[in-house]
């Protein structure tokens, strides 16, 4: 099974009305799976330019699957809502540049940690089922354990000196 796919990541400028000290922001605002990634670098296409916002596309990225964190995209396979984490770094006055995509809350937790700008997007369905392959053969769910409870009221005799 192939550990990497490609995927384009949308950064869209967000307009705000109600602030007299900042126009508005950078955010990701979607990702498209498939496409090219690696070799060329990460390179930023416009796509859509207008009065109330701008929109770049971001090629050149990819997912890449490792099985340490195997756990992690269960988890967010069986969450209500898959995410894609985008992590992304930003100069002043620019659009975010995303530099890369995962599937894991465990790597994504990391660079929030380290300050850094973590967006996330839907997972879209080809991916879902790429990770979802992922998971079925290279990770197992523990399962879980019963915890023995103590017998207390022997607990409490043994303190009391009495049997």
């Known amino acids: 099974m192939e550990k990497t ?4 990541i949308i950064v869209g400028f967000q307009s705000t009305c109600d602030s007299r000290w ?18 060329e670098g990460i390179h930023r296409q ?30 967010n396979i069986v969450s209500d809502t898959p995410r894609v984490f985008v992590i992304c770094s930003q100069k002043e006055s620019e659009p975010l540049k995303p530099f890369i995509a995962t599937l894991s809350y465990d790597e994504a937790a990391s660079y929030m940690e380290a300050d850094e700008v973590v967006e996330s997007v839907a997972m879209p369905a080809e991916l879902y089922r790429w990770v979802e392959q ?8 523990e399962k879980r354990k019963k915890r ?9 005799s043994d303190r009391s000196g009495r049997r």
């Open 148 to 156: 023995k409870r103590d017998n207390w009221k022997e607990a409490d």
């Open 5 to 8: 796919f490609p995927v384009s």
């Open 134 to 141: 992922y998971v079925l053969e290279n990770y197992l769910p």
């Open 46 to 75: 416009p796509l859509h330019a207008a009065t109330e916002g701008t929109q770049y596309l971001w090629t050149g990225l990819s997912v890449e699957l490792h099985r340490d964190d195997a756990e992690s995209y269960y988890f």
């Open 22 to 39: 900042e126009s508005g922001y950078w955010k990701v605002t979607g990702l498209v799976a498939g496409g090219s990634a690696g070799g």
